[in-house]
């Protein structure tokens, strides 16, 4: 199976923006709805957001108003545009299936993700 790549994580201050991107292979892509996920040591793998191929998205609470998913269907690409970051954003971001989502860490296990960390 090839795993995601994922890129575009960084060191950022509280209010400032990121542009994460993830690259999935087609069977991947074309066979589910793409989602962002991050964990941070000792906690769930949490659902982000995502997005369907009628582009229709789903936002969890605490990043609706600054977080916006997109996706490439030619290059197979999923984007998240973070804004107005806060330190509790701090974690690594792994793009998978959203149907994943519930089942423990698998969504986190895969590839290697990309550090986002913000400071106050």
């Known amino acids: 199976e090839v795993q995601p790549v994922e890129s575009g994580g960084g060191s950022v201050q509280a209010g400032g923006s990121l542009t994460l991107s993830c690259t999935l292979s087609r069977d991947t892509f074309d066979g589910s709805d793409r989602a962002w996920y991050r964990q941070t040591p000792g906690h769930e793998c949490e659902l982000v957001s995502a997005?369907?191929?009628?582009?229709?998205?789903y936002y969890t609470d605490s990043v609706k108003g600054r977080f916006t998913i997109s996706q490439d269907n030619a290059e197979k690409t999923v984007s998240l545009q973070m804004n107005n970051l806060k330190p509790e954003d701090t974690a690594v971001y792994h793009c998978a299936p959203r149907g994943w989502a519930g089942l423990g860490t698998l969504a986190c296990d895969r590839g290697q993700g990309t550090q986002v960390t913000v400071t106050s």
């Open positions: 997005i369907s191929n009628d582009g229709s998205t």
